[in-house]
C-alpha cells in the first residue's frame, strides 16, 4: 500500500506541469499531425471523447465556457485534454482532466484535439480528476466532498491514505465529508456560494440545519453570528417569502431546492423557485447575453 501511495503521490506533483495554465510553462505546442506523438501525445477525433461520469465537477461556468471557446477559435487548443481508454467504448476516450476544454472545444466547433493518453484504473481517474480540480479552486464544497466520499465508499480508501494522495490534511478530508449529512436545501446553498464552508459547518448535526441556513442567507449573517445562531444564542425566525406584488408565497423545502438543483444544472444557470398556492414564479438567472442565448438553445428557443 505504501509503494502504490507513493506513486500516487507522485502522480498528483506530476499534474502541475501536465495541467499547467499556461501553454508555455507546459512546453506543449497546438498538434496538426493526427499521428502519435512522444510521451503519450496525440490528436484524435473530438467526438471520439466522452466526459467521465464520475467526475466530481458538475457545474461549468456559461461565460468561462463562451470566453474560453472564443479563445480556441482564435488560437487553437493550446494545453492537451488528460485521457484514458473509454471502458465502455473500446474505439473512445474518457476524459481524466479537461473537461472545461473539451466543452469549450465543442462550442468552438473543433474537429480534433490534443489529448495525452494514459493507463488509469477507475480510482486513479478519480483521484487526479479531484486532484486537478482542488489545485485550480474548481470544485465547491459539495462537489469535493461527494468526490472523496465516492473513493472512501467505492474504492475502499481510508481517510488518511485519501489525505495522502490528495494533498491535504486528514481533517480537511473529514470535515469535507461531514458536509454531506447536510440537507439537501441547505447543501444547495453551499454548491450556490450562497453560505460559506465556515456556515456550513456550524450547521452540521442541527435538526433544524434548513431553517437556520434560510435565516443565514436572508440576514446576510456571518460565520461568527451564524456560530451563535447555532449554538441556541439566537433562535431562526421561519421565513415567509413574499411575492413581487406582496403576497406571502410558501416556504423554501428541501423538495423545491433538490428541484432547483437539478433545473439550473440542466439550464446551466442559477434557478430559483416560489411557490403560491397551485403556482408560483420560476425564475433564471444569467450573467451574460451569451448564457441566454445558450439558455435559450437548450430550452429549445
Not at 139 to 153: F, K, M, Q, R
Request: hydrophobic residues 40%; charged residues 30%; contains cysteine.
Amino acid at each position: 500500500m505504501n509503494e502504490v501511495l507513493r506513486s500516487r503521490k507522485q502522480l498528483g506533483r506530476g499534474l502541475s506541469a501536465l495541467l499547467a495554465d499556461d501553454p508555455a510553462e507546459e512546453g506543449v505546442e497546438p498538434v496538426a499531425a493526427a499521428a502519435p506523438a512522444q510521451d503519450g501525445l496525440i490528436t484524435v477525433p473530438l467526438a471520439q471523447l466522452e466526459a467521465n461520469p464520475d467526475q466530481p465537477r458538475k457545474t461549468f461556468d456559461e461565460e468561462e465556457l463562451e470566453s474560453l471557446a472564443g479563445s480556441i477559435r482564435e488560437k487553437g487548443l493550446l494545453q492537451p485534454i488528460l485521457v484514458r481508454r473509454n471502458p465502455r467504448k473500446p474505439d473512445g476516450y474518457e476524459i481524466i482532466a479537461g473537461e472545461r476544454r473539451w466543452r469549450a472545444a465543442q462550442r468552438a466547433s473543433l474537429h480534433d484535439v490534443p489529448v495525452v493518453l494514459r493507463e488509469f484504473s477507475d480510482a486513479e481517474a478519480l483521484e487526479v480528476a479531484i486532484i486537478e480540480n482542488v489545485q485550480r479552486a474548481d470544485l465547491n464544497p459539495v462537489e469535493e466532498a461527494e468526490g472523496y466520499t465516492h473513493l472512501i465508499d467505492h474504492h475502499d480508501y481510508t481517510q488518511e491514505q485519501l489525505a495522502k494522495v490528495i494533498g491535504k490534511s486528514r481533517s480537511h478530508i473529514a470535515n469535507m465529508t461531514r458536509l454531506l449529512k447536510l440537507p439537501v436545501a441547505t447543501l444547495s446553498y453551499l454548491r450556490n456560494g450562497d453560505l460559506s464552508m465556515g456556515h456550513a459547518r456550524a450547521l452540521i448535526g442541527k435538526d433544524d440545519a434548513d431553517a437556520m441556513a434560510d435565516e443565514i442567507v436572508r440576514r446576510g449573517l456571518t460565520v461568527r453570528e451564524a456560530e451563535k445562531l447555532a449554538s441556541g444564542d439566537a433562535k431562526p425566525t421561519p421565513r415567509t417569502p413574499v411575492s413581487a406584488i406582496g403576497s406571502p408565497i410558501e416556504p423554501f423545502d428541501a423538495n423545491t431546492a433538490a428541484l432547483e438543483a437539478d433545473l439550473g444544472a440542466a439550464l446551466g444557470a442559477k434557478v430559483s423557485i416560489a411557490h403560491k398556492g397551485e403556482g408560483g414564479r420560476l425564475t433564471i438567472d444569467y450573467k451574460s447575453l451569451e448564457q441566454l442565448d445558450s439558455i435559450c438553445e437548450r430550452l429549445g428557443l
